[in-house]
Structures are given as C-alpha cells and as structure tokens.
C-alpha cells in the first residue's frame, strides 16, 4: 500500500500477492455482504472504488478514479464511473505500464541525432479554416 493516508479495505476482502493499492483507495462491501475477492498482481490507481462481493482476477489494473462494481476478468484493463474494459493486457506487460494512451507524434528532442522528424502526408480533408463562415446551413 503506498502512502500511508486514506484507504479503506472493509472487513472479509480478500487480497492477492504482489497487488499495489495507491492512496484514496476504498474496498467497501454493501449491506453487510462478504468483500471482494482480488487475486494477484492486482494494480489500482489513485481513488479507486470497489464495491461489494465481486470477484477481481489476476493481473487486472484499475485506472485512476475507475469505481468498480462489477467482476473483472484476468488481464483486464478498466477504468472509468462505472469501471468498463479497455482492453486486455499482453503477457509480457507490467501490470503498471500504460499503454492504453494511443502513440504521440515523434518530437525532434526524441531522436537520438536531433533532427527533425519525418513530416506526415498532405491531409486530404478540408480542415476548419475550410469551412463555411457561420457554421452549419449558412
């Protein structure tokens, strides 16, 4: 558990090995019923909810703020209000690595040399400076 402020895991939970909980973290069960059960390598990011008997399986990574109410399959990626997933982790992935973010354009600073990148084709569609004066229907 990293940061020592500012989790909750209620009563009956159950958690997997080698899992990481950072702060504001909230296991709560609902209406006295048993916790949830997460298996191993479990990542949950800051602020995550988890609420009731649900069964989260191994090697599955809860975004920042992601509330989860549902049971997760293994490898899964989720985050979201309600949690929904992503997409599934490849077996050579940390559990921690984001690589849900789609690729940024290579920057000069990136290139070992320094030079300049190559440019992207011509786009071939009118962009907004093309577009009539006055928005739609004018």
Known sequence: ILHFGG??????????????LYHNVS????????GARIGDNFYAGVGTTIIG????????????????TRSIPRDAVVA????????????????????????RPMRWMDLPDGSSPPRPPAATDPGPADAPVGGRGS
């Open 80 to 103: 979201g209000v309600p949690a929904k997933i992503l997409r599934f982790r490849s077996s050579r992935e940390h559990n921690a690595d984001n690589r849900t973010l789609p690729l």
């Open 53 to 68: 008997d649900i069964k989260i399986e191994d090697n599955v990574t809860c975004g920042a703020g992601s509330i989860v």
């Open 7 to 20: 989790v909750v895991i209620a009563r009956d939970v159950e958690i997997g090995k080698n899992s990481l």
């Open 27 to 34: 296991i709560v069960t609902m209406k006295n019923n048993r």
